[in-house]
């Protein structure tokens, strides 16, 4: 499957951007679908992710309670809700899919996004 970020920018803290992943193909429902982050200087991480029919979904702690994670099977996308956005909430966000299982590990996803930047300041 081919993904395709958009929606990042630059945002106040306390402030709120929704991310979406455009996906190619016609199986999107058999893909479990998470979103990521790298900070400059620092290893990709897991933020958010849902199974493939969206009824589960797991968030690091960090942006639990003001992140959300969705995904429309019907448009072939996946949705990331920020809110109340902090200023270490910076960094490029990747989204990404694997078939199967909703796992959080960055190793498991086999299909990328190319990223988009989300910059908060202060």
């Known amino acids: 499957v081919q993904l395709v970020e958009s929606g990042g920018g630059l945002v106040q803290a306390g402030g709120s951007l929704r991310l979406s992943c455009a996906a190619s193909g016609r199986t999107f429902s058999s893909y479990a679908m998470g979103w990521f982050r790298q900070a400059p200087g620092k290893e990709r991480e897991f933020v958010a992710i849902?199974?493939?029919?969206?009824?589960?979904?797991t968030y690091t702690d960090s942006v639990q309670g003001r992140f959300t994670i969705s995904r429309d099977n019907a448009k072939n996308t996946v949705y990331l809700q920020m809110n109340s956005l902090k200023r270490e909430d910076t960094a490029v966000y990747y989204c990404?899919?694997?078939?199967?299982?909703?796992?959080?590990?960055?190793?498991?996803?086999?299909?990328w996004g190319q990223g988009t930047q989300v910059t908060v300041s202060s």
């Open positions: 849902i199974s493939g029919s969206g009824s589960r979904t």
């Open positions: 990404a899919g694997r078939v199967g299982y909703y796992y959080a590990d960055v190793q498991e996803y086999n299909s």
